[in-house]
């Protein structure tokens, strides 16, 4: 079997990130001053994802989707989010973009996906491989959530330099 | 409706809304409070969390008749109270190790407001805040507060607190009865006229002398003032303000002192409030403006250094703006404090005050520079702010800070939290108070005891007679904090 980005790199962003998506909430609260912020910051997110696949849904040259980029820029924001210090007063101003920014990424991501062949396999597998993950994860002591994000973010980058070099060797099949 | 249509399916629709509400949620971020006080876990704080300590627990104050059975209880057993309004206090004033705390501040109802006499009765858990909604339909005003309306008024009464005013003198003058609940247990109205003057170690008796439980304050009409502002040399203030105090215009008063690297105690800018012939019955108490805009101004200032001499010159346009701007008198008695606030981990911010003769400061500014660096941007203690107000001579209450007309001070310090750095506030601030002592002044009480016992005798030569009658008045030591037990026990 070949890999190639359509069958498993989607796979291993969707999984990864519903598995981090507990540990990017207590993080967001952590950083959120009240809960009305938190909340907001969660709109802001999901208004960003909106317009992330709006943009993906309007783009006419499809083959050229960036994926790389969506990647890397992804695993940057949680990378940044790793570095940044939590006692920083000016928190919520860097958060709000960040929100928006991942927004815009997942937004556009999940409209590429859901136009790819193995969307709808992805979607029983990740079910499947995010449960068992987290029975995992819950044998885990969380020492920070911050570490379980950077690690992802450094995930997402490799995805990314994958998708990069993978680039031109093989096409995506469509949906028809 | 094609058109709309169109519109709506563009990305950049959707992509506007995002940018919009980002805007909106920007502007709405709260600003983070400190966090203190008495619900912080095991430990209780006060403003500045530099005091932590392990109390036996909190009574919400609710009715009087509670209070009295907590106070002779405490007689019997041996109990420790004190008494906690809004706790602004920095230096423990409000609770004692292992003891009990009288949390004031659900005691605040407005019991009477009488508009002939213009005075009002309130309980001594109110905030400025509630007696000003009170009165201010009435077209009356306080006569004296502190600058800010977020103090309670037990607290403020406790600490003898000042403000703007230049014409009404010291608070405590402004009360004409209280209720007290005494350290045996006895709730008895005092006024001035009592023989055992009580309200003499009361006011500015820091919580000492038993619970006020409510106050009759004199008002005075809510008079409309014009802004005034000018800016001068330091040198020419003490004259300038002996003029101001002479003409019967001018109502209130305050100016600032930079402490920009680049005019260092050098400048000044004053701020006098002009009486009109009008009085105002109808403007509404304003709130809160404009505070994300100072917070992120002073945050810059904090940074010290050519951002610090930024801020001055924004300070100083700032106030320019004001000139013959028109506000109310309570209004003028409600500045902002939000724009204050400093939450950052391993720093805290701290206020002193020191009082010197008007007529010993123009000296005292010049020697103040031989103790503070101009520049404190490579410093760890850091000056953010002077702010200079008048206090009228007090020979009532016994601790008290204006021997004389006396100009305070009021300073805004940061400095680390680590052993070092406290020791080296400690010291600048000893030195300051030496000064300041030179110079015929003293230093104001509320705020965390930087400086030495002998300081503080120094300061308040009435102090044993204070000891003396908290012993008389308080025989089996009910009423303590933190405070007491650092400077007189
Ligand atoms: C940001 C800031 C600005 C300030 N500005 C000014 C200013 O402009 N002018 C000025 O003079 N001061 C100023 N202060 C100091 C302030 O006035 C005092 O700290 C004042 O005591 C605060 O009132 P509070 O309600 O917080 O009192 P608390 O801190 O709760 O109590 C202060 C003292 O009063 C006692 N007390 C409280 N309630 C009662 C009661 N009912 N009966 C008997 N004793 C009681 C307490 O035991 C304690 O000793 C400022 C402080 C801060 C933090």
Known sequence: MKFNSTRYLPLVVTVGQVVIFPYYIIWLKQVSLTFTLFAWFFAAFSFAAAWGYRIYQTKKNKERSLLFMIFVGMGVVYIVIGFIKNSYEYLPYVVLPLQVILGVLQGYFRAWHSEQDTYHLHAVHHYMIVGFMMIGFSFVKIISPVVFITIFGALLCICGVWEFFRIGKLSVPKKV | ?489
């Open chain 2, 1 to 489: 409706m094609d058109s709309i249509t169109k519109l709506v399916k563009n990305p950049w629709f959707l992509g506007c809304l995002v940018i919009i509400f980002m805007a909106v949620v920007m502007w709405n971020i709260p600003i983070e409070k400190r966090k203190y006080g008495l619900s912080q876990g095991s430990l209780v704080t006060d403003y500045t969390g530099l005091l932590p300590e392990h109390i036996e627990r909190v009574v919400t104050a609710e009715n009087r008749n509670d209070l009295q059975r907590i106070v002779k209880q405490a007689n019997e057993n041996g109990q420790k109270i004190s008494i906690a309004g809004l706790q602004h206090s920095q230096g423990g004033h409000t609770y004692y190790k292992n003891g009990v705390v009288l949390d004031m501040r659900t005691f605040n109802r407005i019991l009477d407001i009488d508009e002939q006499e213009k005075t009002i009765r309130v309980e001594a858990g109110a905030t400025w805040e509630d007696v000003q909604e009170a009165i201010q339909p009435h077209g009356l005003a306080l006569k004296v507060t502190q600058s800010q309306s977020i103090f309670t008024i037990g607290g403020s009464l406790s600490v003898n607190a000042h403000g703007r005013d230049i014409r009404f003198g010291s608070m405590a003058e402004t009360v004409k009865e209280i209720t007290l609940l005494t350290p045996e247990g006895e709730i008895k109205k005092v006024n001035r006229d009592d023989s055992d003057e009580w309200m003499k170690y009361v006011f500015g008796g820091y919580g000492l002398f038993g619970v006020i439980l409510d106050v009759r304050l004199e008002l005075t009409d809510n008079d409309l003032y014009t802004i005034h502002t000018e800016k001068l040399k330091t040198n020419e203030y003490a004259s300038y303000f002996n003029r101001v105090l002479k003409q019967p215009d001018t109502a209130m008063h305050y100016a600032r002192v930079s402490v920009a690297p680049s005019s260092f105690l050098d400048e000044m800018v004053v701020i006098n409030y002009d009486h009109t012939e009008n009085t105002d019955h109808k403007s509404v108490l304003k709130k809160e403006e404009g505070v994300r805009i100072s917070k992120m101004a002073l945050d810059a200032g904090r940074k010290g250094g050519t951002l610090e001499n930024l801020f001055w010159a924004a300070q100083k346009r700032y106030i320019a703006s004001l000139n013959r701007k028109e506000i109310t008198r309570n209004n003028a008695m409600r500045s902002e404090s939000t724009f204050m606030e400093y939450t950052k981990p391993g720093r805290v911010e701290v206020l002193q005050e020191f009082f010197v003769p008007v007529d010993s400061y123009d000296e005292y500014l010049t020697d103040l520079k031989d103790i503070i660096p101009a520049n404190d941007k490579r410093h760890d203690f850091k000056v953010h702010n002077i702010t200079v107000r008048y206090a009228a001579k007090d020979n009532f209450t016994t601790l008290n800070y204006a021997k004389e007309d006396m100009l305070g001070l009021v300073v805004l310090i940061q400095h680390g939290l680590k052993e070092e750095d406290i020791t080296n506030a400690e010291s600048l601030i000893q030195s300051w108070t030496n000064l300041t002592l030179e110079h015929g002044g003293t230093y104001y009480l509320p705020y965390y005891r930087y400086q030495t016992k002998e300081q503080f005798k120094s300061s308040y030569p009435n102090w044993q007679d204070f000891q003396e009658e908290k012993l008389r008045k308080d025989p089996n030591h009910v009423f303590q904090n933190m405070f007491y037990e650092y400077y007189v026990k």
